[in-house]
């Protein structure tokens, strides 16, 4: 199982990123999915996560309508499409995915059983 994220990098306040991140070793038909992150000096929270099994989404009360998740079935990959991007944005983030359920909402609350490789996004003027 690997989940490979991109496309970090360093942003203005108010812009826009958008993440990515190819499964492999596993298919995006039931898995529950998402991203997580970690700013310097802070636990690692969640961020938006997603069923697989019926595109069902849970999103933190700080990036709600402002985040969206999403998936491309035939590409393997899941997208965090950032908008209007704040200063306490900046953190590592991570893909993870729970293998053995779909609800996004658990994986939220309770985390994953695998973890990808993080990237940076960067907020500031």
């Known amino acids: 199982v690997q989940l490979q994220a991109s496309g970090g990098g360093l942003v203005q306040p108010g812009g826009s990123l958008r993440l990515s991140c190819v499964a492999s070793g596993f298919t995006l038909n039931f898995p529950a999915i998402g991203w997580f992150r970690q700013a310097p000096g802070k636990e690692r929270e969640g961020v938006s996560c997603?069923?697989?099994?019926?595109?069902?989404?849970y999103d933190s009360d700080s990036v709600k309508g402002r985040f969206t998740i999403s998936r491309d079935a035939a590409a393997n990959t899941v997208y965090l499409q950032m908008n209007d991007l704040r200063v306490d944005d900046t953190a590592v983030y991570y893909c993870a995915a729970h293998l053995t359920h779909s609800s996004s909402y658990a994986l939220y609350q309770n985390g994953p059983t695998d973890w990808g490789r993080g990237t940076l996004v960067t907020v500031s003027s």
């Open positions: 997603l069923s697989s099994l019926n595109d069902i989404t």
